[in-house]
Structure formats: C-alpha cells, structure tokens
C-alpha cells in the first residue's frame, strides 16, 4: 500500500480522497497506537479535534470525532480554529494527541488530516506508518461506559488568545495593520487577538462560507491586501494562509516581505533580547542566500534542513533552539508553539516594529533578497536527478558561472515525477538564463520513457 501521509498530514479532494470512511478508519487508528499514552487518572484517553472552515470539514470533522470516542477516546472539539490553536490546545490540557482537519492554503474542494502527538508535535514517519499500518487492523471496540465522550471545547479560543498576549514583547499600541485572514480558521480569533494588542485592526478575508477559503485572499494572494494597505495607509498588511499556520507580510508601500526577511527581523530582535539560544536559525535549503548572509553579518548562525516545516521543527527540537522557519511564511518560534504560527509571527513582527519606532520597510531592507527562480520539470523520472553524470556536471558549471553571486538547488519532487530547479543570482536574467539552460537538461537526461 502507497503511504497514506504526506508532508503534512493527510490530503486530497474531499468525499473522492479524503472520505468519511478514511477519517473515522483513520482516527481509529490513531486511537489505537496514540491512546495508550501516561493518563495519569484519567480513565480514557483525550484528543483535541479542529477544523477549519472548509464545507467539507464538518463531515469529516464528525467521521473523526465518531472513530475517535468509539475507540474509547473523550474528543474535545474545539470546532474552526487555525492550527497552531489545536496544537497549543494539545499541550495546554496534557491531551494525549489532536487532529486537525485542515488542507492549508489549498483550494476549497479540498481537505487533510493532520494528527498531532502529546504536547501538540508533529508525529514523526514512524509513528505515521504505525498508525497507517494500525488501519488494516480490528479498531478498538469499547462498551459501556468506555467509549468516549464528545464535548465542546467552550473556552479554546479564550486560552489561545490569552497565550498569544502573554507571547509579547511589546505592544502594537500605535499600528495599524491591515489582516487578510484567507476566508479561513483565523478569520475570527485573528482580529480579535491583533485588537486586544493594541493595534488599529482592518481585516479582509475574515466571511468564510465554507467555500470561499483562500479563494483570491490570503498568503498566496497578496495583491488584494498589498492594494488596501496603500488605499488605507496602514503602517502594515499581515496574510495568513487556510488554517493560519502562515504569516507573510507587506510593507507600508506595498511591498511583499516574504518568510526569509520576516525571519531574519525576528532573529535580529531576539538576538538583541538575548532570547535567540545559540544565536542560531534555523531554516531550508530553499531560504535566499540573501538570508544567509545578513545572519552571517549580525553574527547569526544558519543551519539548513530539508524543504518542509517539518524538518526545520525536528532540528529545532534536536538542538534545543528557538527560532526558524521557511520561506514561504511558516515560522516557528519554539518558546511558544510547537508549529509555525501565523498570528505568533505577525504580532511579534509588528511588535518589532512598535519597540523599535521603524517601519517594516526599514526592518526589511536590512536583508537583501537575490532574484529567485523555480521552474518545475514535469514528466521526468525524478529518482535519477542525484546520479546522472551529466546532470551533475551541468549544475557544476552554473555554480562555477555563479560563482558567490548566487547558487543552484535541484530538488526532485517527493510525490511527483518532477524535479524543480531554483536558482538565485545577482540578477534576474542571470538567474532565468542559468535556470532555462539546466531544465532542458533535466528534460533531456531525466525524460520518462
């Protein structure tokens, strides 16, 4: 059987790939390999259960929730709130596991599965293929007074928006921000939280109907917020993806500050503070090279990981530091959540502005980003990009025209027959030049019979 779970959690078009029958099988098994964990005098295990606002996580939601208390576990369902909420929650009342039903910044008609273990964690590839083999399994069939019970979870949102508060430095007090919450999880507890901490609040995004999640909005629709932050004159736009895992920014003027700069302002202040441990980052191989020397330049160490939030969590946790993230706007600051936090990495954004008196233009502009180019080749058997002999000459060559202006990234897809190639460079149409030249490369080499 195919692995069920991907980079994150389980996904795919909802009632087609992500069924009712997969969710409560799914849940069941979750049930059986993560139930059994310290419940101190609990009689039946606990999981935190969330969703976001897609139409389809309702009867997803209520597949979970049924395979879950028919194992025997009490569901406290926290209903439509983003995900780093539930992993928090996770670990706020020492639940032995949550699951979120979320598919991210994708489209409405889809949906995911994402399990989280004790102390909100993401579940390591072992412990996803235990509980994908738990699924050819008899589930677990209490009677009585063992099957679990499914209650609200009254004052979730309550406890996440106190913990966001007591997270800050500084307070917004002054700001204005324009907050696109993506027609999604954070469309109501986003505002609030942003208000509560002093900032003048003008939200778009923020009428889920269930179908209209990232539709135009969000962190991969920056145009709309860019445009009312400038009709507004707001000091600052904050886009969040789905299920608010993601923080990507603009400035003053409009102008996008991806997960790189956001990271590196973030690195510089808690460096200052005293508060980034072993003064180091962590981020992936995609970050911008602009990103690794600014650090080098403050006197920031960078460690890079394998693209996938994933994995810069798992270096994190290995080494005990506090700060990293991707480019694409997930950023985990571990002293406060176990998962990036796209309300986490606004508010102490924005805090940043307000200690500092500085716009986030000027914050931004300490960090220069090279032009980036991603092209993926499609069609191309991705298994062979790390041996073919002329393949590796090709990308030698490139970093050897490059030379310490820019770098070259071959990375194959780990689920598709792509390999996508990034190159950064000085300028633009160096970059588009040398990145063109090595994708008919991949083409010619790699081409599937």
């Not at 069941?28 to 139930?35: E, P, R, Y």
């Given at each position: ?18 069924t009712a029958e997969l969710a409560m099988s799914l849940a069941q098994a979750a049930a059986h390999v993560l139930g059994d964990g310290p419940r101190s005098q609990r009689r039946r295990p606990i999981a935190v259960l969330a969703r976001d606002p897609r139409i389809s996580g309702e009867f997803i939601s209520a597949a979970v929730a049924a395979g879950l208390a028919g194992s025997g ?377």
């Amino acid at each position: 059987m195919p692995r069920l779970f991907g980079t994150d959690g389980v996904r795919g078009l909802a009632n087609r790939e992500v069924t009712a029958e997969l969710a409560m099988s799914l849940a069941q098994a979750a049930a059986h390999v993560l139930g059994d964990g310290p419940r101190s005098q609990r009689r039946r295990p606990i999981a935190v259960l969330a969703r976001d606002p897609r139409i389809s996580g309702e009867f997803i939601s209520a597949a979970v929730a049924a395979g879950l208390a028919g194992s025997g576990v009490d569901v406290f369902d926290a209903g439509v709130i983003p995900t780093p909420a539930a992993a928090f929650l996770v670990a706020d009342i020492r639940a032995d596991f949550g699951v979120m039903i979320s598919a991210s910044h994708n489209p409405a008609p889809d949906n995911g599965i994402k399990i989280f273990a004790a102390g909100g964690t993401k579940l390591p590839d072992e412990t996803e293929d235990r509980i994908q083999a738990a699924m050819a399994e008899p589930p677990l069939a209490p009677v009585g007074g063992e099957v679990g019970r499914i209650r609200r979870f009254a004052d979730a949102e309550d406890r996440y928006v106190v913990h966001l508060i007591e997270s800050m430095p500084h307070r917004l007090d002054g700001l204005t921000v324009v907050l696109d919450c993506a027609n999604g999880a954070a469309a109501g507890v986003s505002p609030e939280v942003f208000h509560l901490a002093g900032a003048e609040v003008i939200p778009i995004g923020n009428d889920p109907d269930g179908m209209n999640i990232n539709d135009g909005v969000g962190s991969t629709h920056l145009d709309r917020l860019a445009a009312e932050v400038i009709r507004t004159g707001a000091d600052v736009g904050i886009a969040h993806d789905g299920d608010a895992d993601r923080c990507l920014a603009v400035d003053a003027d409009g102008r996008i500050i991806d997960g790189d700069r956001i990271m590196a302002i973030l690195a510089k202040s808690m460096l200052a503070r005293g508060v980034l441990r072993e003064d180091t980052l962590v981020a992936t191989v995609m970050s911008n090279i602009g990103l690794l020397r600014s650090m080098e330049a403050a006197g920031i160490t960078v460690l890079q990981t394998r693209v996938g939030d994933r994995y810069v969590l798992e270096e994190l946790g290995a080494r005990n530091l506090s700060l990293g993230g991707e480019q694409s706007g997930h950023v985990i600051m571990a002293d406060f959540a176990t998962t990036g936090d796209g309300l986490l990495t606004g508010l102490h954004l924005m805090a940043e502005m307000a200690g500092s008196g500085r716009t986030l233009a000027e914050l931004a502009a300490e960090t220069t980003i090279y032009p980036q180019v991603l092209l993926n080749v499609s069609d191309v058997d991705r298994h062979r990009a790390g041996d073919d002999a002329v393949l590796l000459a090709a990308v030698a060559d490139a970093e050897r025209q490059l030379g310490d202006t820019g770098r070259v990234l071959l990375r194959p897809s780990g689920t598709e027959p792509v390999v996508r190639v990034m190159v950064e460079a000085a300028e633009l149409a160096t970059a588009e030049a040398v990145a063109a030249a090595l994708a008919e490369v991949v083409r010619d080499r790699l081409a599937l019979p």
